[in-house]
Each structure stands twice: as structure tokens, then as C-alpha cells.
């Protein structure tokens, strides 16, 4: 990656009885930020940001978001434009490239992924040594990591060639793994990919195919789904993306690092949100039960949120919310869902949650996940599987942010400090002698 952070000016800082001077640089939108790489050499102290609420980890020129307008944007483009009139291949494209593919171009891109989404023959018995109960998000963290046993002429991080031949192989090979998740799970045969079919339309055959019966694609669904991998592609430094990138910048191999990152999206505050978010619906169950799970939530009952509800850098509605909505309600038409008992009970709840002070002081809006799940839900899918979707979808913008670190050359290995606040210097005490 070309650096191009602009020097902005100096920040004065007066600490431990020191006054110094930090250098601020800015991107080309978004705030400035103040450089405290040499702070603690030149003031003896650390700074501290739980949760990094205030601290960019890197220079990236991938996606941006503007939380408080509800903007994305992938490479300047704003989410909703490419939603709707893109394709998730092309998307791949505009991630990893910087620029969207001319024809040209993606007929090339589309046709090296579609040739790498066969698995290697001996991967399938991998997934035989899982329970059949497993969670297929269990199933991703160990057989993801696991293509790195497979593919060893791609892990060597230094080689351009090995890198891209890995990327390709994660964004083709996923929906085949992913598929074979859930087959597993239903105990059902694993389907194999067909290079006729569009990406979206690949993964839903290698779901629902059967051998006594082939799956038909639907237009609309099939659309549906490529939106939805569109919507999920990618999303700056989040906990996940983040996480591939520290696990990156030990230069350990991208199989792995992916693998990492799947199992940080698994938690409910982040990619489980989804699954979290259906069980809630599920669990509130009718319209009147509304209010009075609203004011559980608003009374801060034990493990009580309201799931698909806020975001850490979205204080305004989630752009991403707004084409999920549409989608949920074109999915439902489709498949002759619109009296989904659920989908009642979301809408009285987005209606109560945005008019309520509570939610407003604290700008909680919807996130993405909130119809996502009545969406994959009218799909076919069940609830175990869409963390897997979401990570389908985001393997893309892992691999997007890791190329990037990897060809930072301002990156070094991520190592955080601490405040230390355990117990100091001690002489150990004999066991005879403990009290
Ligand atoms: N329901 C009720 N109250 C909430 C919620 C919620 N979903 N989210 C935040 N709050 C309250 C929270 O109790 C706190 O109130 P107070 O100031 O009185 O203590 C205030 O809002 C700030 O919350 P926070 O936990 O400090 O905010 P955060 O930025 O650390 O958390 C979040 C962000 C996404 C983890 C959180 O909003 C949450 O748990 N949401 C539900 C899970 C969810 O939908 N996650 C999906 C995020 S979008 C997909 C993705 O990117 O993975």
C-alpha cells in the first residue's frame, strides 16, 4: 500500500510535568489523528483506550464510515449504489483492487473464482470428525484454519503470486465450505459446486439441493442473496477485521488469520448478532409483548439488549439497515412469507424502540442484523447459519484489510501495552509457610 497520510500540524501534550509536541496527520475524509508513537519514549506514559474508542490502528483506504451522517462507503462507492447495482463478485473486485473491474476485468476475476470453488477430495472427511450438532460456526473456525494443511503452496506471505492465489481460493472456496456446514449439520450430502451458476446462486444449490431433487433457482432470492454478501463485504476496523490483522502482524499465514477472524465475528455483539436477534423476535413472540420487553431492556435486566439495536460507530440509522429492510420485505413477497408472525413484531418494535427516549438519548438505531434474520429465516436457512453467511460475505473484506497490512510497510507486529494494576514484586512463599 502507498502511504498517503498528510501532515496537519502538531498537537501539544502536557504530561508526567512534560509538554510535547505530537504530530497530527489527516486522511482525505474523516477526523485528524494525533501520531503517540514516540509518546511514551518522550513522556514515560501510555495512553488508554478500552475497546479503541478513540485509537485508529492503521492507515486504510479501503471502506469508510462517516457513524454519525450513516454512511458507507468501499472505495468511495456508498453502499446502498453498490447494493443495488452491483454484484458481490464485482464488489470482491472493487475490495481487493481499488478500483471497480471493467468488463474486461470481471469476466477474468469471475471466472478464476468460479474455477477455485472445488475443495481438495481428502478436506470432506475433515468435517466427518464433528459431531452432528456441531455448530456450523465450530465447523468454520476448524476447517477454515484447516486450509492451511491443504493449500501449502499459498501460505508463504511474502510472495504477491502465493497471496492473491490464497485470496482467490478463501472468496471461492467459503460458499463451498459454508454449504457443507450446513449439510453436515442436516445430515444431508454435501452438493458440489457447478461452474454454470452465479456465485449467489452456486452456494443456495449447494445448500438446498437434494439428490432426489435438484434445487430451482429463484431470481429473487438468488438476488437477495447476493445482496446480502454485498451488504456484509466488508465494514473498516471492526472487532473481527481487527482481529485478522493482529493476527496478521505476526506474518502467520492467511488461512489462519481468516479462521481468526471467523471465530471473533461468532460472538452476539458482533456477527452473532443476527442469530441473537431472531431468538429475540422469537422469544417476544407477539406485538403486546413489546412494551414490556422494551422496558426490561430499558431497565438493564441481566444479559437483556435489544439484539440487531446499536453500533459501536453508528449513531445514526445503519445505511446498511435501510437495503436490508427492502430485501426483507422483497424476500417475504417472494416466498409468501409477509404473515411471518415475526415480522409484526419487529416492525412494533423498531416503531416503539425509535420513539422512545431511552433508544434516543442513547442513539440506538437498527443495525444490519436486525432484518437480516427474518430474511435468511423466509430463505430457508436456520438460525445457526447465518453467523456463517455474515462470514461468508466478510471473508472478502478480511482478506482486503490483511493485503493491505501486509504491503503496509508502516505496519509492525500489533502489540498493546497495559495498565498494570496487579500485585507488585513479591519473594515466593514456600507451600509449608502459606497461611
Ligand atoms: N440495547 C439496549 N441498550 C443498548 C444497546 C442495545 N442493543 N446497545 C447499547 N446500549 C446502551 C448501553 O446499555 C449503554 O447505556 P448506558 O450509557 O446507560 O450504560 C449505551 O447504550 C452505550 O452502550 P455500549 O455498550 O457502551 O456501546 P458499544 O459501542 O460498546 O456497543 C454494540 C456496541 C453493537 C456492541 C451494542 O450496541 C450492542 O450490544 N448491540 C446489540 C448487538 C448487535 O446488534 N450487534 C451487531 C452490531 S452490527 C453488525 C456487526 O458489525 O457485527
Known amino acids: 500500500m502507498e502511504n498517503k497520510v498528510k501532515p496537519n500540524g502538531k498537537a501539544t501534550l502536557t504530561a508526567g510535568g512534560k509538554s510535547v509536541e505530537l ?18 519514549a518522550q513522556t514515560g506514559m501510555f495512553t488508554l483506550d478500552p475497546g479503541f474508542t478513540s485509537t485508529a490502528s492503521c492507515e486504510s ?65 475433515f468435517f466427518e470428525g464433528f459431531r452432528r450438532d456441531a455448530h456450523p460456526m465450530a465447523i468454520m473456525c476448524g476447517t477454515v484454519g484447516a486450509l492451511s494443511a491443504f493449500y501449502h503452496d499459498s501460505t508463504n506471505v511474502d510472495d504477491p503470486i502465493q497471496r492473491q492465489v490464497a485470496q482467490h481460493r478463501m472468496i471461492a472456496k467459503m460458499p463451498t465450505i459454508a454449504a457443507r456446514a450446513f449439510k453436515y449439520s442436516a445430515g444431508q450430502p454435501f452438493v458440489s459446486p457447478r461452474n454454470e451458476l452465479d456465485y449467489a446462486s452456486n452456494f443456495l444449490r449447494m445448500c438446498f439441493a437434494v439428490p432426489a431433487e435438484d434445487y430451482k433457482i429463484n431470481p429473487v432470492l438468488a438476488k437477495a442473496m447476493d445482496r446480502i454478501f454485498i451488504l456484509h463485504a466488508d465494514h473498516e476496523q471492526n472487532a473481527s477485521t481487527s482481529t485478522v490483522r493482529l493476527a ?23 456477527g452473532g448478532a443476527n442469530e441473537a436477534a431472531l431468538q429475540m423476535l422469537q422469544e417476544i413472540g407477539t406485538v403486546e409483548n413489546v412494551g ?80 437480516s434474520g427474518i430474511t435468511l429465516k423466509a430463505m430457508g436457512f436456520p438460525t445457526s447459519m447465518f453467523t456463517v453467511l455474515f462470514a461468508l460475505a466478510r471473508t472478502v473484506g478480511w482478506i482486503a484489510q490483511w493485503e493491505e497490512m501486509t504491503t503496509d510497510n508502516t505496519q509492525r507486529i500489533g502489540r498493546p501495552r497495559q495498565v498494570y494494576t496487579g500485585a507488585p514484586q513479591r519473594d515466593y512463599v514456600p507451600i509449608g509457610q502459606r497461611k
Not at 84 to 108: D, T
Not at 337 to 361: G, K, M, N, T
Request: glycine letters at 8%; one cysteine or more.
Open 23 to 40: 504530530p497530527v496527520y489527516s486522511g482525505s475524509v474523516g477526523p485528524d489523528v494525533i501520531d503517540i508513537g514516540k509518546m511514551y
Open 61 to 125: 483506504q479501503i471502506t469508510y464510515i462517516d457513524g454519525d451522517a450513516g454512511i458507507l462507503l468501499h472505495r468511495g462507492y456508498p453502499i446502498d449504489q453498490l447494493a443495488e447495482q452491483s454484484s458481490f463478485l464485482e464488489v470482491c473486485y472493487l475490495l481487493l483492487k481499488g478500483e471497480l473491474p471493467n468488463a474486461a476485468q470481471h469476466k477474468e476475476f469471475d471466472s478464476t473464482i468460479t474455477r477455485h470453488t472445488m475443495l481438495h477430495a481428502q478436506f470432506d472427511r
Open 248 to 270: 496478521g502482524s505476526s506474518g502467520a499465514n492467511p488461512f489462519a488469520c481468516i479462521a481468526a477472524g471467523i471465530a471473533c465475528l461468532w460472538g452476539p455483539a458482533h
Open 292 to 371: 414490556p420487553y422494551v422496558q426490561k431492556v430499558k431497565n438493564k435486566e441481566a444479559g437483556v439488549r435489544l439484539m440487531g439495536f446499536g453500533h459501536r460507530v453508528y449513531k445514526n440509522y445503519d445505511p446498511r439497515a435501510k437495503v436490508m429492510a427492502q430485501t426483507c420485505r422483497e424476500v417475504l413477497k417472494e416466498v409468501g412469507a409477509e404473515s411471518d408472525p415475526l415480522l409484526p413484531v419487529a416492525l412494533e418494535l423498531e416503531r416503539v424502540a425509535l420513539s422512545d427516549e431511552y433508544f434516543i438519548e442513547r442513539k440506538l438505531y437498527p443495525n444490519v442484523d436486525f432484518y
